[in-house]
T-cell receptor, first 114, second 115 residues
Framework: GENVEQHPSTLSVQEGDSAVIKCTYS??????FPWYKQELGKGPQLIID?????GEKKDQRIAVTLNKTAKHFSLHITETQPEDSAVYFC?????????????FGTGTRLTIIP | GAVVSQHPSRVICKSGTSVKIECRSL??????MFWYRQFPKQSLMLMAT?????????EQGVEKDKFLINHASLTLSTLTVTSAHPEDSSFYIC???????????FGQGTRLTVV
């Protein structure tokens, strides 16, 4: 099955600086890569996603890049703000029993230092 | 985005009792819903895929008789933890996918504590 690795596990950046979180996946058949933000005690919230036919996608301060050959994708947050502090999960979509199921990375705890 | 509502958000139950958690898609139909379990400071672990009108598909190592899943309508899936024990204490999260789309939207999660 799919295996997703995520780095770093914790990340602290100064407010206004950029943050980068990286993930690698193992299944070359995976074709959908979402990123989720999870705040304490809440469910994950989809913040951006990318499909395998696209190399980069941007939404305001958030961007995701995908390198299919190397099987890795990254989340970039620019001009970070205190409200960006949360745990971020990457995921990859692989087929299971006829349904698209998500395999999650281990998470990155991002702390924005005011 | 689409809204998935999960209820209750917190529940405390005694060992040996059963607890039901509901997951509803509020503004869309979801043939497929997913149930996850998350331990503190860990990632989400998929427990099972809930299919409307048919049996759920459980991941390896998940006891289907302990975690009963029912997906009786296109907007509601339920997870029942039967004969709960303290080791079942965890954060349970559901997600739903709009039919025909890949994006998955998550509920708020349910914090289960078994005492």
């Amino acid at each position: 099955g799919e295996n997703v690795e995520q780095h770093p596990s914790t990340l602290s950046v100064q407010e206004g600086d950029s943050a980068v979180i990286k993930c690698t996946y193992s299944d070359s058949a995976s074709n959908y890569f979402p990123w989720y933000k999870q705040e304490l005690g809440k469910g994950p919230q989809l913040i951006i996603d990318i499909r395998s036919n696209v190399g980069e996608k941007k939404d305001q301060r958030i961007a995701v890049t995908l390198n299919k050959t190397a099987k890795h994708f990254s989340l970039h947050i620019t001009e970070t703000q205190p409200e960006d502090s949360a745990v971020y999960f990457c995921a990859a979509s692989s087929r299971g029993f006829g349904n698209e199921k998500l395999t999650f990375g281990t998470g990155t705890r991002l702390t924005i230092i005011p | 985005g689409a809204v998935v509502s999960q209820h209750p958000s917190r529940v405390i139950c005694k060992s040996g009792t059963s607890v039901k958690i509901e997951c509803r898609s509020l503004d869309f139909q979801a043939t497929t819903m997913f149930w996850y379990r998350q331990f503190p400071k860990q990632s989400l672990m998929l427990m099972a895929t809930s299919n409307e009108g048919s049996k759920a598909t459980y991941e390896q190592g998940v006891e289907k008789d302990k975690f009963l899943i029912n997906h009786a309508s296109l907007t509601l899936s339920t997870l029942t933890v039967t004969s709960a024990h303290p080791e079942d204490s965890s954060f349970y999260i559901c997600s739903a996918r709009i039919d025909g789309y890949t994006e998955a939207f998550f509920g708020q999660g349910t914090r289960l504590t078994v005492v």
